[in-house]
């Protein structure tokens, strides 16, 4: 199952051949490119017959599966996160829980096989979440990147009048974000949409980088010595195992929610990692932890 925006989930089915085949990602996240699950059928499986053998790994960074076939037409596979050249030192009395790679089986067909998932998702991992959750509306796909504060607001009132709980406010906020081209990264509102601040719009609903800080800060962006800065989807990475880097992001990140009286919080992962094998600049206190990830700037 692979895909991308607008085009997730298309299905590609194939005969194993004799030796291995591995499906990986180091992008650091998951997303639509590629799933980390597989499934396996003798080829003769449809929607409710059929044999299906089917593992799934519950981690959303870069990950390993390999599935292998050998001479008398016997399979097996075996994965887990990480990618060689990822290491973990374990001091005495500490301990490493790796993710859990779940298989199930079933006996009828691909339909079986999605009914069990589910089961198994709401009993084992949603047990412990609340059966209601608050209904959510982005107004992204209505408005894209021109957006106003009255506009906004109109789009809250339509959204409360159906029963909508919570509203986001996606992008084109900040900055000069017209476009996927500028003004990520500068996250203060732009002055020509919202005048007055954020203020008023969060009152209203209750709710909520070619820019300044890239040009300010260039040894922010998560890079290695020596090679391209590579771009995806116009974006860097902010390298958050930077102490600089963390104290300003928790700085801005607290302002805002406090001077806004935010009650939910919305953070894109649309970036993947690249250039991520090496840190430089002020590197993170000894003592203050080693629990560090980068996050895209969106």
């Known amino acids: 199952m692979v895909g991308e925006w607008g085009r997730e989930f298309q299905l590609r089915r194939d005969r194993v051949p004799v030796g291995e085949i591995v499906f990986t990602s180091r992008l650091g996240i998951t997303g639509q490119h590629a799933g980390p699950w597989l499934m396996r059928d003798a080829h003769d499986a449809a929607e409710e017959h059929g044999e299906v053998w089917s593992a799934a790994l519950a981690w959303s960074g870069s990950r390993r599966i390999t599935l292998r076939r050998n001479l008398h037409g016997r399979t097996s596979w075996t994965g887990g996160f990480g990618r060689e050249g990822l290491l973990w030192k374990l001091l005495p009395g500490e301990s490493l829980e790796t993710p859990v790679f779940t298989g199930l089986y079933a006996p009828d067909g691909f339909g079986g096989t999605s009914r069990r998932w589910h089961a198994y998702t709401e ?17 992204w796909e209505a408005t894209e ?8 607001s109109e789009l809250a009132d ?3 009048g159906i029963g909508v709980e919570i509203f986001v406010v996606d992008d084109a ?8 081209m500028t003004g990520l990264g500068d996250w203060w509102p732009n002055p020509d949409r919202f005048p007055d601040g954020l203020g008023p719009l969060a009152d209203h609903v209750r709710a909520l980088a070619d820019n300044d800080l890239f040009r300010a800060h260039p040894d922010w962006i998560l890079c290695q010595d020596g090679r391209p800065r590579t771009r995806s989807r116009n974006q860097h990475v902010l390298n958050f195992a930077r102490h600089d880097v963390r104290e300003w992001v928790v700085e801005w990140l607290v302002r805002t929610v406090t001077e806004l009286d935010v009650v939910f919080l919305k953070w894109d992962m ?20 080693s629990n560090t990830r980068a996050a895209s700037t969106r």
């Open 123 to 139: 009993r084992q991992v949603l047990s412990a979440r609340p059966a209601e959750r608050q209904l959510i509306y982005n107004s």
């Open 145 to 152: 990147f021109d957006i106003t504060e009255q506009q906004q």
């Open 158 to 160: 339509l959204a409360a």
């Open 173 to 180: 906020w900040f900055g000069a974000r017209t476009s996927d």
């Open 270 to 289: 649309n970036r993947p990692f690249s250039e991520a094998g090496q840190i430089p600049g002020p590197r993170i206190p000894t003592g203050s932890g």
